[in-house]
């Protein structure tokens, strides 16, 4: 398989059947397939060709991914782009036969080895090819779409370098040296200068989390490095839930200031002392069966109607949950995500929510496209419902009406397309065994926005699901 971890994405048309209140599904299911949603087409139309992708030129799809004892170099590049690169005579510009594919290949190799440098804990270190191919039979009916290009956008050939470690993986600097002129964008912008280089955005995928990166011309070396890698920590502590009857810890301090009282007026009255001291005496022990009274009794009757969580507490936890929740699809392997998502769902929820994401990575290893959640931004919390303490909190909690943002963007063909929307659901939590949980969700509404301004957009379809029709793998 071209990438080398796997992420979430299901096809655009799963999309559209989640946003029509006919859809069959529960609402669990609804939540899951709004949470490994990402859209796998930019809106377009056949009159702008040009902003389809792989685009009319030269392109380049690149993604790295390193782990403890070797990085892993996929690149995906079209004949467009090899033209640009290396110099391998043709008999014909828009076709490749097999001889030619060969010796393109055996070109494309060469240079790779001498120019994509690897260098793991400050020493450079040699490739072993993987794979190495190319596919030089497009589909016909996409000829259409590349005028410009036509054959020589699609040709495409794939390759993926592997680099071994000697020791544990510290740090890591990969270079990528193509950068043709961008024409297409030259010719769009009308600029009358030199047109500018190309740049590829890369998803990298570190200690199982995958982010976007930046190849450019001025910047042509990503650079990684261990220690200054965030890692979210899954284990921070939530706020306790109150137990009913716990303060019924302080009785025997309160006992032993009663009996002490008690113990002082009975001496005085022995003792025959006058009036005074006496009535002092009992005006202390009066206090003293106050303060029992509002600090033992009192608790023990009305503990039931005490709130198991505050407000506060309750808006905390929640936030951490649900951003637990998102922050699973940063990992690639499926025991990543389960362990993970173990931290913020419990029951139903969980499994339903899993075997989604499941599915949607197998499906995005097939269409060899990675998506990644790139912002979550809460935007409201309601804390509503919360249950009375008890002697057991198992099982109890409280509800929660949220709203927030969130955008996904799908990297390929060296592009990245970001769609952004805002949700509000109610969400139910509930304290396990494992301590605070999402366990219930209901999704009330959602809007599509403008990534950019967060202006509301229009969500109609058409001219994705004739794209959709079209479908043809990336590389």
């Given at each position: ?86 110099d ?41 090819f ?30 993926v ?36 280089r ?13 982010e ?93 109607q ?7 507490d ?8 649900h ?16 362990n ?17 994401i499941?599915?949607?990575l ?47 963007t ?49 969500d ?16």
């Open positions: 398989m071209f990438i080398p971890g796997r992420s979430f994405m299901v096809a655009n048309q799963c999309t559209l059947n989640f946003f029509v209140d006919r859809h069959p599904y529960s609402t669990r299911m609804r939540l899951a397939l709004l949470l490994v949603w990402m859209t796998s087409y930019i809106l377009t139309s056949v009159c702008f060709a040009d902003s389809m992708h792989p685009q009319d030129g030269p392109h380049a799809d690149l993604r790295v991914a390193i782990e403890d004892e070797q990085v892993r170099f996929s690149v995906g590049v079209n004949l467009a782009l090899l033209d640009e690169t290396i391998v005579a043709r008999e014909a510009e828009g076709e490749l036969s097999e001889s030619e594919a060969e010796r393109v290949l055996e070109v494309f190799r060469a240079y790779l080895t001498e120019q994509a440098v690897c260098r793991i804990n400050d020493e450079a270190v040699n490739p072993v993987e794979r190495i191919e190319i596919f030089a039979d497009p589909d016909p009916g996409m000829l259409a779409i590349f005028p410009k290009m036509g054959a020589r956008a699609l040709i495409r050939a794939a390759v370098m592997r680099f071994d470690a000697a020791t544990r993986v510290e740090s890591v600097d990969v270079t990528w040296p193509a950068y043709p002129l961008d024409q297409l964008a030259f010719e769009m912008e009308h600029a009358s200068s030199t047109p500018p190309m740049y590829f955005e890369v998803v990298l995928t570190a200690n199982g989390k995958s976007p990166a930046r190849f450019s011309h001025a910047e042509p070396t990503l650079s990684w490095s261990r220690a200054s890698q965030e890692l979210s920590n899954a284990f921070i502590e939530l706020p306790e839930p109150r137990i009913a009857g716990s303060r019924l810890s302080r009785t025997p301090l309160l006992l032993a200031g009663v009996v002490f009282v008690l113990g002082v007026l009975g001496v005085m009255i022995w003792k025959k002392l006058s009036a005074v001291p006496i009535m002092t005496a009992l005006v202390l022990s009066c206090g003293s069966v106050v303060l029992i009274d509002q600090l033992i009794i009192k608790p023990r009757i009305h503990a039931g005490e709130p198991m969580i505050s407000e506060q309750a808006e905390l936890t929640f936030r951490i949950l951003e637990r929740m998102y922050r699973s699809f940063d990992y690639t392997s499926e025991s990543d995500i389960y993970h998502l173990e931290f913020a769902l419990h029951g139903e929820l969980l499994g339903t929510l899993y075997e989604q499941r599915l949607s197998l499906q995005a290893e097939e269409e060899m496209k990675i998506g990644v959640v790139t912002r979550l931004d809460p935007i409201e919390t309601d804390i509503v419902d919360i249950d009375e303490s008890s002697a057991d909190p198992a099982g109890k909690g409280f509800g929660a009406m949220h709203t927030w943002r969130v955008d996904g799908v990297y390929h063909w060296g592009h990245s397309h970001t769609r952004s929307n805002i949700y509000e659901a109610y969400y139910r939590v509930a304290y396990t065994d494992s301590g605070w949980r999402l366990t219930e969700h209901e999704l009330r509404s959602q809007q599509r926005i403008d990534p950019t301004d967060g202006s509301p957009m229009d109609s379809n058409e001219i994705e699901e004739r794209l959709e029709q079209l479908g043809y793998p990336d590389i």
